[in-house]
Every structure is written in structure tokens, then in C-alpha cells.
């Protein structure tokens, strides 16, 4: 009998995490981790010093990502995750932070660990393409 996913289908996901509240409390913890601790520094230096834009811009992408409103485009136009970090130089060693971050705020706020498992395994696959198309980026610039 063939098992049944507990996410990624519909927005099992958007509502596991509880739905826009849940969102936007996993995106503030997010960037409050990568703001106070030592290891986030060289992550959270790239990021411009009012984080308020940022925090609603990611918040809306992972509503939409997660199955739930696709209120990003509304909001501020038409998105291509890799594209918006090309300017970047993003290094195997910042993906992990990323991804680190990430899972110590899904931790932090008591989800449950095959959730967060599940998620992470996710968002590694656009964190993936965003490093590929910066280094592609970069080494063109370089040439
Ligand atoms: C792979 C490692 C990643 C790094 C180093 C990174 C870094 C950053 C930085 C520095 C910004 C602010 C850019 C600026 O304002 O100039 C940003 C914005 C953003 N990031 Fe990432 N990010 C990563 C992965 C991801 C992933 C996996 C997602 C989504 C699945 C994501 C979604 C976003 C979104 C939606 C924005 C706002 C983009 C915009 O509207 O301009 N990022 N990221």
C-alpha cells in the first residue's frame, strides 16, 4: 500500500506550521538567531540594517512556498529566488548557515522534528540553486 506523505502536498505544510502567525514567528526567530550569534555574522552582514522589509518579503515567499496566500507578487512584484541573490557571493559555507539558522529557529519554537526534517530537506533544494547561479554569476563577472 503506498504510504501517505505527512507534508509537501497542499498546504499541510502552511498549516502545520500555523498558517501566517507561524510564518512570520519562524522568520523574526530566524533573524534574531542570525543577528546574536557569532557563527551568523558574515550571513546577516549581507543583509541590509533594516531587516523589517527583508522579514516581510521572506515571510510572504514561504506563505506562497508552503501552500498557503501567494501574496509576495501583490506585494512587491514578480520574484526568481536565484536571481535575487545573485548579486551575492553565496559559498557552500553560507548555504549551511542558512540552513542551520533555519533549523535552530524551527527548533526554537518547539516544531515537531520529522517537520522540521521534512522542511529543511526542502529548502535545501532552492538554497542549492541559489548557490549555483551566484557562483555562475560570479565567475562571469570575474572573466
Ligand atoms: C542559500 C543561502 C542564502 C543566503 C546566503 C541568503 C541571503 C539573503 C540575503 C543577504 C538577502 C537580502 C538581500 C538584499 O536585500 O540585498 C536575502 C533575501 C531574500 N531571501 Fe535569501 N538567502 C539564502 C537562501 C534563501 C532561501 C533558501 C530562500 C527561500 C526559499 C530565500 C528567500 C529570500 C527572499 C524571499 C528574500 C527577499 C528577496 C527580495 O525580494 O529581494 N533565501 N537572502
Known amino acids: 500500500m503506498p504510504s501517505t506523505p505527512l507534508y509537501g502536498f497542499s498546504d499541510t505544510s502552511y498549516k502545520t506550521i500555523g498558517e501566517e502567525v507561524g510564518v512570520r514567528a519562524l522568520v523574526d526567530r530566524f533573524y ?7 557563527d551568523y555574522q558574515p ?3 549581507l543583509h541590509p540594517a533594516d531587516l523589517e522589509t527583508t522579514k516581510d518579503k521572506l515571510s510572504r515567499f514561504l506563505m506562497g512556498w508552503m501552500g498557503g496566500e501567494r501574496t509576495y507578487q501583490t506585494a512587491y512584484g514578480a520574484l526568481n529566488i536565484p536571481m535575487a541573490h545573485a548579486h551575492l557571493d553565496v559559498t557552500p559555507a553560507l548555504v549551511d548557515n542558512w540552513l542551520n539558522c533555519m533549523r535552530q529557529a524551527l527548533a526554537e519554537l518547539g516544531h515537531d522534528a520529522k517537520f522540521s526534517d521534512y ?8 538554497a542549492e ?15
Open 43 to 45: 550571513l546577516f552582514n
Open 32 to 38: 534574531s538567531i542570525m543577528a546574536s550569534q557569532r
Open 129 to 143: 540553486r541559489i548557490r549555483l547561479v551566484s557562483q555562475q554569476h560570479q565567475n562571469n563577472h570575474q572573466s
Open 119 to 126: 522542511l529543511i530537506q526542502q529548502l535545501a533544494i532552492p
